[in-house]
């Protein structure tokens, strides 16, 4: 093939919105071996719509469940957070303006706090409601019709209030980014190994994995952040073990891309950290490649580009 060099490929990268952190970047990229997306926001195009929604145990009406949803998740970044908020705008429900909040604070990996009219609200996953010892006291069947939304391929969340329980559940849906399929399939035919890391549940993380091709033993689901660093330092680890047992060359890179949001522990961790999506920006500082206008296939086009660097360079 054509000879490409630092300067080339990076000029190259750059007309198609790829920034690149230098030519020893572009050579890491040529020599990467597994590739390991996160999920919401990077495989899913972090666009959720309102699936369900309920009001649990009495304590509340559906509109007032939809109307605290919506002053709770207002100063949230979370992608989930701006659907809550637009459904409740919808159904005609303005965040009341003398609603008091204090105190809002993110729960990585499991959702949002806050102190609203002097009480001391929660939104989020089964994890944070198990944590807080809610889970166990909803009913069965409201339990049920939340486990039978994961199974749809949902993303559920609830509204707790301390000293109460859960007082509403819901859940949002996201959409597949129309290439996802086409490149992890073509990662795959060139012998890339592709895994999904998600902070969301079993029951979505399998639904995307499905539609993009991947089967469930390329998944890991429930990730804290901390455990999505931990999981790319043992893939990096298995990596520098082959490379004392094998005599081929190179064992490879790992890359992990994410959105800038709240995936740069893992961004920072990999051997090549790609940053897309709505926090790409911000984390540029911090990313080897920045994916200005989020396409997936970027990815495949760095990869294929930094092969042809390794090839000139050598
Ligand atoms: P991922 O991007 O891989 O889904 P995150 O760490 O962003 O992982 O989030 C993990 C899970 O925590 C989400 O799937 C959601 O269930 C819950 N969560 C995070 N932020 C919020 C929020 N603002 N409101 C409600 N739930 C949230
Ligand atoms: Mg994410």
Not at 63 to 68: D, G, M
Not at 193 to 208: C, P, Q, R
Not at 230 to 239: A, D, N, P, R
């Amino acid at each position: 093939s054509t000879p490409v060099t630092y300067a080339a490929g990076l000029a190259a990268t750059a007309q198609k919105g790829i920034i690149v952190k230098g030519g020893a970047k572009l050579e890491a990229l040529g020599n990467v071996k597994t590739v390991v997306f996160d999920k919401t926001g990077t495989l899913t195009e972090g666009k959720f719509h309102l699936t369900h929604l309920d009001a649990v145990g009495g304590m509340k009406d559906r509109r007032e469940v939809l109307s605290l949803l919506s002053t709770m998740e207002a100063p949230s970044s979370h992608p989930l957070a701006a659907t809550l908020v637009n459904a409740a705008k919808a159904e005609g429900i303005e965040q009341s303006a003398n609603a008091q909040v204090a105190d809002h604070t993110i729960l990585h990996g499991e959702g949002v706090q806050a102190m609203v009219n002097g009480e001391q609200v929660y939104v989020g996953n089964v994890r944070l409601f198990e944590r807080l010892g809610m889970y166990d006291a909803l009913n069965v069947v409201d339990r049920r019709r939340a486990e039978s939304w994961n199974e749809e391929g949902g993303t559920v969340g609830f509204l707790g209030l301390d000293g109460v329980g859960i007082v509403g559940m819901f859940c949002v849906s996201d959409v597949v980014r129309s290439e996802a399929a086409s490149v992890v399939g073509s990662l795959m035919k060139d012998e890339v190994k592709v895994l999904m890391l998600t902070g969301d549940g079993e029951g979505a993380a399998i639904s995307v994995a499905k539609r993009v091709g991947l089967d469930r033993s390329q998944v890991c689901c429930n990730c804290l952040p901390e455990d999505k660093v931990h999981f790319l330092k043992i893939e990096m680890g298995t990596k520098a073990e082959k490379t004392t047992s094998t005599s081929f060359g190179s064992n490879g890179n790992v890359l992990f891309v994410g959105d800038g949001v709240n995936d740069g522990p893992a961004i920072v961790t990999a051997d090549v950290g790609v940053a897309m999506g709505e926090g790409a920006a911000l984390a540029m500082e911090i990313s080897d490649v920045t994916l200005m206008d989020s396409k997936l296939e970027n990815i495949t086009f760095c990869m294929s580009l930094g092969k042809k660097v390794v090839a000139t360079v050598k």
